[in-house]
């Protein structure tokens, strides 16, 4: 038993050594920093032509994350990210939107680990509207089908 103590006394002073080392390397870190994005150049962003930018991407702890806007004034191909899970926010608007299922012809775009298709087969349809939170994994397709009350705005986060 009094072998034990000492290497218990030991691993934690080294647990407490490391802690301290993690909280003082994230505070000299940028991405550690609080970050306002003021409404003025969110909704500048809106109005900017397609494709529109990230407003900011970042790390938090192992996490990627991008902060964009979308707009969308009409339906849009079917989609599958499989790395990000797109958290959307709807600051405007209306749309039908079909998550899960199948994308129909489906094929690579451009951006890595991305594809697009002409539509989901039996995906489940959600209907958005302002102040809604629509959370898709990766993997899982999505769809804007129908977007009755354009424009329709949205703010993105994309998180690997």
Known sequence: MKTIKPACNGILAVLLA?????????????????????????????KHALPIPDLTDGVSGAAKYRVRVGRHDGPLEAEIHMVDT???????????????????DSHPIAEPFEWRGTGIEGGTTYHLTKGDIMIVPPGVPLQFKNIPAAPFLYILIKVQ
Do not use: R
């Not at 709807?90 to 749309?95: C, D, L, P």
């Not at 939107?97 to 129909?104: L, T």
């Open 18 to 46: 490391a802690s301290f080392a993690v909280c003082t390397y994230a505070q000299e870190k940028p991405w550690s920093k609080p970050l306002l994005i003021p409404s003025q150049k969110v909704e500048a962003f809106y």
């Open 86 to 104: 797109d958290i959307f926010f709807v600051t405007s608007g209306e749309a039908t939107m079909v998550v899960g299922g199948k994308v129909i």
